[in-house]
């Protein structure tokens, strides 16, 4: 199945002091959707965004809102955000002990539901989830912080995950990827079978558009 690739930046390497700037610079260069780190300073270290940001990003930008929630109680912030304007939600697998239920609970609020596996969680998870799931979110980097390197490893497991969504039926379910993906691998990410490429540094630092452009073209 031909799959176009999107090209997500993740705004936890924006510069929030100009945030709306970025946005613009975002729909400008042609990204397909913004990436939100919700972080609890629990599940992982940092603290970041909450409802409240995603609400005012509703108010300026048609962007789809890709909110990955990094934290140890989701089903607890799943209708907080889907209310404030996440058009998907992911989740962790590794915190959902009802995984069906918690995915069942953002379809219901019209959201896209997404399970996130990290870097070493089996991909078993992934396999009883893909029936629920539009897409699949694997960590090319162990979460909590931006700007880490990519882990080699992934593209062996994301061609794993795309033939066994692809040979079970599941051929719809998209895998996004997120971590290290810069304009220099994520051509690699592709043909490994990832087609939502999120990035932040990979396209923040230098020029946004450039970035973003240039990204395009490589995965095209």
Not at 24 to 30: D, I
Not at 72 to 94: C, K, L, M, R, Y
Not at 194 to 209: E, N, P, Q, T, Y
Request: net charge negative; aromatic share 6%; hydrophobic share 45%.
């Amino acid at each position: 199945m031909l799959r176009k690739v999107k090209i997500v930046p993740s705004l936890l390497a924006s510069n929030l002091l100009r945030m709306e700037d970025d946005v613009r610079a975002c729909e400008r260069a042609g990204a397909d959707v913004l990436h939100v780190d919700v972080m609890d300073g629990h599940f992982v270290p940092p603290i970041t965004f909450g409802p409240a940001f995603v609400q005012k990003l509703k108010g300026i930008t048609a962007m789809p809102l890709d909110v990955h929630l990094m934290v140890t109680n989701p089903d607890h912030q799943v209708e907080q955000f889907a209310e404030a304007g996440a058009d998907w939600i992911s989740v962790h697998a590794e915190v959902a002990p009802h995984l069906h239920r918690t995915l069942a609970r953002i379809k219901s609020h019209g959201c896209k539901a997404g399970v996130v596996l990290n870097p070493v969680t089996p991909l078993e998870h992934a396999f009883e989830a893909a029936g629920e799931s539009d897409f699949i979110l694997l960590m090319s980097v162990n979460p909590g912080y931006g700007g880490q390197s990519f882990i080699p490893s992934f593209l062996t497991r994301c061609e794993r995950l795309r033939s066994w969504l692809d040979a079970n039926g599941h051929s719809n379910v998209q895998i996004e990827v997120d971590g290290g993906i810069k304009i220099d691998n994520a051509r690699q990410a592709v043909d490994a079978g990832a087609s939502i490429l999120v990035s932040g540094s990979g396209l923040f630092v230098g020029d946004l558009g450039v970035n973003i452009e240039e990204m395009k073209r490589v995965v095209a």
